[in-house]
């Protein structure tokens, strides 16, 4: 399949934008979100020290941390180059303007909102690392994804050639819709288990880390035990797919979905009982972003499939 130059940079996109995703899962478990404690510069430069000796005398030494500084320092970069990508994927849109207007529109939805969610990247540094905004700044990234996402599938469809049965459907757009809604809505639950961490773990009692997960509190019952109706409804569309005899492009795709929904069941068990190891808390965030970008991909293939 040749693909032409809107199409590579949508996938680039989409790729960089999902890898941003960790990146800010890394600034955040490792504690680096005021590592540059103003925006958009970083301690007063647009290039922050690598040491002490280097800091501007307005700032106190003693908050200055080279690693957690450049940690946010490359995860900023990365938002720039991240920004240019979506304009870039905006621009060469106008390709598409006349015989599939919906690329266009949602390339520029998109490019709208990496405007936004620069302006909540300042916000989320002026507000102290407030848990609300962090938040809105990932439901926002996921919003852009999933604009990409519709956006790149667009501009291929015609190209790949996805057909289904008329019997089956039905069955499957309203089983992986289901999927979709659930599993959007296991994050919403995730956000405030994390939000609730953060405040455990920013607050003035000193708490073990493997003990965070107890203070908690029901939003952490109603988050673990949510992922029974995904893993259920999931298990459910690989049944019907095996049983139907759905091949090739569904069933890869229905496995993945299935990879990512078990791996991450099992990450989370590891956070629950385990200790809430950082680096799975950062698998978990990025974890969860792949999984949604997999489902929204299944849903379109599904719902724009020619019955056969």
């Not at 994050?187 to 203070?215: K, L």
């Not at 698998?283 to 489902?295: N, R």
Request: a positive charge; glycine letters at 8%; one cysteine or more.
């Amino acid at each position: 399949m040749n693909l032409n130059k809107y199409q590579i940079v949508a996938i680039v996109t989409i790729l960089a934008t999902l890898f941003l995703i960790l990146v800010g899962g890394l600034v955040r478990a490792s504690g680096a979100g005021l590592g540059c404690p103003d925006w958009p510069k970083c301690y007063g430069l647009w290039i922050p020290p690598l040491n002490v000796a280097d800091l501007p005398a307005q700032y106190d030494p003693l908050e200055f941390n080279a690693l957690k500084t450049w940690t946010e320092y490359v995860n900023r970069l990365i938002g720039v180059l991240i920004g240019l990508l979506i304009t870039a994927t905006f621009v060469l849109s106008f390709r598409y303007r006349k015989s599939k207007p919906s690329v266009t529109v949602a390339s520029g939805l998109a490019f709208l909102l990496v405007i936004f969610q620069g302006w909540l990247g300042g916000m989320v540094v002026r507000s102290g690392l407030s848990e609300g905004i962090i938040t809105l700044h990932m439901i926002t990234a996921m919003v852009i994804v999933g604009m990409l996402i519709f956006a790149a599938f667009k501009a291929f469809s015609g190209q790949i050639g996805i057909q289904i049965r008329e019997s089956n459907k039905r069955t499957l757009l309203l089983s992986t819709g289901l999927l979709l809604f659930f599993t959007l809505l296991q994050m919403v639950f995730g956000t405030q288990v994390r939000e609730a961490i953060d405040v455990i773990s920013r607050g003035t009692e000193i708490i073990p880390r493997a003990d965070w997960i107890n203070y908690v509190g029901i939003i952490d019952d109603i988050h673990r035990s949510f992922s029974w109706s995904i893993l259920i409804t999931s298990a459910f569309l690989s049944w019907y797919i095996h049983k139907n005899q759905i091949v090739g492009y569904f069933r890869t795709l229905n496995l993945w979905v299935a990879i990512m929904i078990l791996s991450q069941i099992v990450i989370g068990v590891v956070l629950a009982y385990f200790g809430m190891p950082a680096s799975f808390q950062v698998l978990h965030l990025f974890g969860s972003a792949v999984l949604v970008s997999l489902i929204l991909l299944q849903y379109f293939s599904i719902r724009d499939a020619r019955v056969i």
